[in-house]
């Protein structure tokens, strides 16, 4: 059985900085893609950044330059830095986990909400 949680969510100013982490446990391919997704109420769950256990990355247009991505393989744990955080950025933070083993695994966390507000 594979989990995946979430923390570091919570209220923060606009320019402020938070750090979220994601850690999975379970049987995990070493191969694989870890990210982190976002839901605005009303708007539908959007890519904010992804992490492959070989390091390449992928963000969003609109957090290019705020957020920043990085991850521990060997503890299967993505961290999301988020620099400059705006209003627009409120949302539930989601973390995902892909990857093959027997089947194709898509396995998502409960989510950690991150508020932006003065």
């Known amino acids: 059985q594979v989990q995946v949680v979430e923390s570091g969510g919570g209220l923060v100013q606009p320019g402020g900085s938070l750090r979220l982490s994601c850690v999975a446990t379970g049987f995990i391919h070493s191969t694989n893609v870890m990210a982190w997704y976002r839901q605005a109420p009303g708007n539908q769950r959007e890519l904010v950044a992804l992490m492959t256990s070989g390091g390449r990355t992928n963000y969003t247009d609109c957090v290019k330059g705020r957020f920043a991505v990085s991850r521990d393989n060997a503890k299967n744990t993505i961290y999301l830095q988020m620099n400059s955080l705006k209003p627009e950025d409120t949302a539930v933070y989601y973390c995902?986990?892909?990857?093959?083993?027997?089947?194709?695994?898509?396995?998502w966390g409960q989510g950690t909400l991150v508020t932006v507000s003065s």
């Open positions: 995902n986990i892909k990857f093959f083993l027997h089947s194709y695994r898509d396995i």
